[in-house]
């Protein structure tokens, strides 16, 4: 069984006029995933006897004629943030290396309920912070179409996984791009929901005012499917959303001509490699010969997002980790009296850049610090934010590139962390703003390297996303 | 920064601590570029979450799995000693 070429909906299909078993597809697929993996080494924990049983009794229920769910056997893979009852939530760190989730997120559970199999739970940069996938305490993960290069991050497990055929769909979460990026990366499509859309509830806090479960699949139906499933209210998450959940399914065909698309000339400066310029370029000329409206835009402070988030992001991590004390969750060091056990504690579970980040945070919300770096970005966020609301008031939709470059060589980055944090230029702008945002693949460079296209639109304005994505990922077949 | 780190609950070791001070400053003379703007009449940011409000649930007790059981399943939890005598 392989799952390149095949789709969620054609193997739906299948299962339901019992061409192909369930458990005959979920037993194959961990075949290639026990092929596959040692190379990629996209997964932290695989959960094969779970799935098998999940296929089991999928099959039970084709077999007496039940009506089956959109998902129904379609291997979805999980970040490792994300909590699944009874499995281990590691978050790449040694922190939390054995600390086994008491119950299910409710993105997961969605899932689960609209039939699909989780196959395992993929690697991450620690607690998501990181652009590659290397600040994983386990190891490294690869990117299948250069193993010597890295998939992205922080979800870039769940990139690989998708990009892999290990899975046909993954959730990652996205704080300062951890979903599009990788996507970006590895070739697959990446959807980061409005803030709030999703519901966070078991996913495990890194910057609140920032994270968004979202998912990543290798096409852009995929993708509609999986956000009808996961969006909506959850009495569990305060930040969730009740807004309406559009069909964005059967939304992806409605016309989009006149939709008008702006193009920020502050995205196409600097440091944008000429190839990805390139792809761009001829991904606008596409739009427009689809009968959109092409406008160039000005988003002014864009050049100070990325210390905004630095700083925002720093701080919120530096207050959420701080319940890793050695009591409450996983890890936990002897000392001779609780200062100390905290300090040993923290020393040994957290890995070099998430003490770095809480170093900073801490730093930027400390008394006589407070105004001149977090109250300051705080304000700068606001900027950022009327920026894009003006901009939506004369366009519908951004284009932009998702990444400056295609993905980088593994230890390219490493050494220099303000380095790793400026490859995000281009996609943290979207949480700043708590916006929906999605890479599509537009092409590949001339070494064969996946370049990936950013859209984002208003708040709640997924449907469009989507649309814009799917009819673009038609005219340019750049699907893998 | 060996104030900082007692205040994260971390500690600064000699090995490395050149290593780090130097990717601290870097990044902090990084982030100096945000005093090149006059914020002086902007309001931090509102929170992004729709209509900018929290969604609560009413105050009602309701069955939920999760983390109160499993205090039932292992009965107590056992934690390091965090009080100490003065």
């Known amino acids: 069984m392989n799952l390149k070429g095949i789709t969620a909906e054609k193997l739906v299909a299948l299962y339901r006029n019992r061409d192909l078993s369930v458990t005959e597809v979920i037993s194959g697929l961990f075949d290639d995933i026990e092929r596959i993996d040692p190379n990629v080494r996209a997964f932290i924990t695989l959960m094969r006897d779970r799935a098998l049983k999940d296929a089991r009794s999928l099959d039970a229920r084709i077999a007496s004629g039940d009506t089956i769910e959109p998902f129904a056997g379609v291997p979805v893979a999980v970040k490792d943030n994300i909590s699944i009852r009874d499995v281990a939530t590691t978050c790449g760190s040694r922190m939390l290396e054995s600390d086994v989730a008491p119950y299910t997120a409710t993105a997961v559970e ?27 305490a386990f190891f490294v993960t690869r990117n299948p179409h250069d193993l010597d290069r890295v998939p992205g991050g922080s ?36 959807l980061k929901p409005t803030y709030g859309r ?251 390297l996946p370049v990936g296209m950013q859209l984002l639109a208003n708040h709640f304005q997924e449907g469009l996303l989507l649309r814009l994505a799917h009819y673009f990922e038609k005219a340019g077949g750049f699907t893998l | 920064m060996e104030y900082v780190a007692g205040l994260a609950g971390l500690e600064v070791g000699d090995d490395g601590k050149k290593e780090l001070a130097g990717q601290l400053s870097r990044i902090l003379d990084y982030v100096e570029q945000l005093n090149r703007l006059d914020v002086s009449d902007i309001g931090p940011a509102p929170p992004v979450v729709a209509g900018g409000k929290n969604v609560l649930r009413d105050d009602r007790v309701a069955a939920r799995t999760g983390s109160s059981e499993a205090g039932k399943t292992v009965g107590l939890f056992r934690v390091p000693k965090v009080i100490t005598e003065r």
């Open chain 1, 110 to 136: 969605r899932l689960r309920g609209a039939g699909a199999i989780v196959v395992g739970k993929t690697n991450l940069d620690e607690f998501g912070m990181g652009s590659s996938t290397e600040n994983s």
């Open chain 1, 155 to 190: 979800s870039g497990g769940s990139a690989a996984s998708v990009a892999s055929g290990m899975s046909l769909a993954a959730l990652g979460s996205d704080t300062g791009g951890s979903i599009r990026q990788p996507a970006s990366f590895c070739g697959v499509v990446g």
């Open chain 1, 198 to 448: 999703v519901s966070r509830y078991g996913l495990v806090a890194f910057a609140s005012s920032m994270d968004q479960i979202g998912p990543l699949s290798k096409s852009v139906r995929e993708a509609a499917m999986a956000l009808a499933v996961i969006s909506g209210l959850d009495h569990y998450d305060s930040t969730s959303s009740g807004a309406r959940i559009g069909d964005y399914v059967r939304g992806l065909d409605r016309p989009i001509k006149e939709t008008r698309i702006g193009i920020p000339k502050e995205y196409f400066a600097g440091n944008l490699d000429p190839e990805v310029r390139r792809k761009i370029e001829s991904a606008i000329g596409l739009f427009e010969g689809l009968g959109c409206a092409i406008e160039e835009i000005s988003l002014p402070h864009t050049e100070y997002a990325i210390a905004t988030y630095y700083i925002i992001a720093a701080a919120e991590a530096s207050s959420n980790l701080a319940r890793y004390d050695g009591v409450r969750y996983g890890l936990s060091e002897t000392g001779r009296n609780p200062g100390e056990m905290y300090r040993r504690t923290r020393m040994s579970g957290f890995g070099t850049e998430v003490r770095r980040r809480i170093l900073l945070g801490t730093y930027a919300l400390s008394a006589g610090y407070y105004d001149a770096y977090y109250n300051r970005a705080l304000k700068v966020r606001t900027l950022v934010l009327r920026d894009f609301q003006k901009a939506f008031e004369g366009v519908d939709a951004i284009l932009t590139p998702t990444t400056p470059t295609t993905a980088f060589r593994i230890g390219e980055k490493t050494a220099d962390p303000l380095e790793m944090y400026l490859s995000d230029v281009f996609t943290i702008t979207c949480n700043l703003a708590g916006l929906p945002g999605i890479s599509v693949p537009c092409g590949w460079n001339s070494t064969g």
